[in-house]
């Protein structure tokens, strides 16, 4: 990568090449990365084997689930809450993020705040 001194020194020409250049390779990267997110959301429907998949509504236990032919996305889940259940932390609050169960970090106080202006203070 050139220095922004050295870019400074070039003529007015080069640098439209430059970032024309530029230009194009970021577009093949924005491409590249688009691919890619599809690819892995497509990998996240397929079946873990060949057959129909079970849907997490029709088995009855997560036992059961677990030996079910499920999709990859509902494999990850399992694994995940496997994780959770023998004692991994991260795993935990991943699966309840995940969720949408994690708990807030932030603490809302709604209750008891009075709001006194700058002249009712006692002096």
Do not use: C
Not at 8 to 32: D, I
Not at 35 to 51: H, I, P
Not at 75 to 103: C, F, N, Q, T, W
């Amino acid at each position: 990568m050139a220095s922004k001194k050295h870019l400074e020194t070039l003529p007015k020409k080069e640098l439209q090449e430059l970032a024309r250049k530029a230009g194009k390779a970021s577009g093949e990267a924005r491409r590249q990365a688009r691919s890619m997110r599809e690819q892995a959301r497509a990998m996240l429907d397929m079946a873990m084997k060949q057959g129909v998949t079970k849907d997490i509504e029709d088995v009855p236990s997560y036992s059961a689930f677990k030996k079910a032919n499920k999709t990859t996305r509902n494999e990850m889940l399992v694994r995940l809450m496997h994780m959770a259940l023998s004692g991994d932390i991260r795993a935990y609050e991943l699966y309840l993020k995940v969720a949408g169960e994690m708990p807030s970090d932030k603490l809302e106080i709604t209750q008891g705040i009075q709001i006194i202006e700058a002249d009712e203070l006692p002096e």
